[in-house]
C-alpha cells in the first residue's frame, strides 16, 4: 500500500461547478501538506500549504487537512477552464524529510 | 527574477549514451532535488542534495549520478546503466524560511531515449 493515495482520474466537471480533490494516507506522522498544480509538460507550482488540521481558503481555492481520518482536500470553487490541470498532494513530517506524493489527479473544465 | 532553470527542454539520446540535465537556481536555497515523472505517476525521488558537496539517494537512484559543488547547481547525468530512462525530469529547491517544506521547481527536461 501507497503512503500517499490519490485518484488519478480524469475528473471532468463543467465549468462553474465546485471541485473536490482528495488524498489520502497512512502516516499519521505527516504535519505538513501541500497541493501543488501541474499543467501539461511544466513544472508544478505550488497552490496552497496546511499546517496540521484545519482549513485554509485562498481566493476560490480551499484546503482541508482532517488528520483524524488521515484525508486531505482541495475545493476549487466557480471552477475555470484555465483550472485544468494535473493537482498532486504532497505531505511530509516536517523540514528534515522528504516530501511524500501522491500520483496527482487529472482534472478537466468543460466550457 | 529569481526561479530555476532548467536545461535543455527536450533532450534525445542514444542507448549506451551517458547525458548530462542542467539545474540552476538563483533563489539561494541550501536544498535541491532531482525528481523523475512518468505518465500517470507522481514524483519520484532520484537524487538530493542539503548542501553544497553532499547528496544522498532517493529512492530510484540506480542508474543516475549528482554532483553539487556549487549552491546554484545540481546537474544530474542518466547513465547508460538506466535501462528505462524516457522520463519527464524535474529539478527543484527548498526554502528555508517558514514554508520550510515548500519545494519550488523548474520547468523540466523531457529527456527520449531513440
Known amino acids: 500500500q501507497k503512503e500517499v493515495e490519490q485518484d488519478p482520474g480524469p475528473l471532468s466537471v463543467p465549468e462553474g461547478a465546485i471541485v473536490s480533490l482528495n488524498c489520502t494516507y497512512s502516516?499519521?506522522?505527516?504535519?505538513?501538506f501541500m497541493w501543488y498544480r501541474q499543467y501539461s509538460r511544466k513544472g508544478p507550482e505550488l497552490l496552497m500549504y496546511?499546517?496540521s488540521s484545519g482549513n485554509k481558503e485562498d481566493g476560490r481555492f480551499t484546503a482541508q487537512v482532517d488528520k483524524s481520518s488521515k484525508y486531505i482536500s482541495l475545493f476549487i470553487r466557480d471552477s475555470q477552464p484555465s483550472d485544468s490541470a494535473t493537482y498532486l498532494c504532497a505531505m511530509s513530517k516536517g523540514s528534515n524529510y522528504q516530501l511524500i506524493w501522491g500520483a496527482g489527479t487529472k482534472l478537466i473544465i468543460k466550457p | 527574477d529569481g526561479g530555476i532553470t532548467q536545461s535543455p527542454k527536450y533532450l534525445f539520446r542514444k542507448e549506451g549514451q551517458n547525458v548530462t540535465l542542467s539545474c540552476e537556481q538563483n533563489?539561494?536555497?541550501?536544498?535541491m532535488y532531482w525528481y523523475r515523472q512518468d505518465p500517470g505517476q507522481g514524483l519520484r525521488l532520484i537524487y538530493y542534495?542539503?548542501?553544497?558537496?553532499?547528496?544522498q539517494k532517493g529512492d530510484i537512484a540506480e542508474g543516475y549520478s549528482v554532483s553539487r559543488e556549487k549552491k546554484e547547481s545540481f546537474p544530474l547525468t542518466v547513465t547508460s546503466a538506466q535501462k528505462n530512462p524516457t522520463a519527464f525530469y524535474l529539478c527543484?529547491?527548498?526554502?528555508?524560511?517558514?514554508?520550510?517544506?515548500?519545494?519550488?521547481f523548474g520547468p523540466g527536461t523531457r529527456l527520449t531515449v531513440l
Open positions: 527543484a529547491s527548498r526554502s528555508a524560511g517558514p514554508l520550510t517544506d515548500t519545494q519550488y
Open positions: 496546511t499546517y
Open positions: 533563489l539561494n536555497h541550501d536544498a
Open positions: 502516516n499519521s506522522a505527516f504535519q505538513y
Open positions: 542534495s542539503q548542501i553544497v558537496n553532499d547528496f
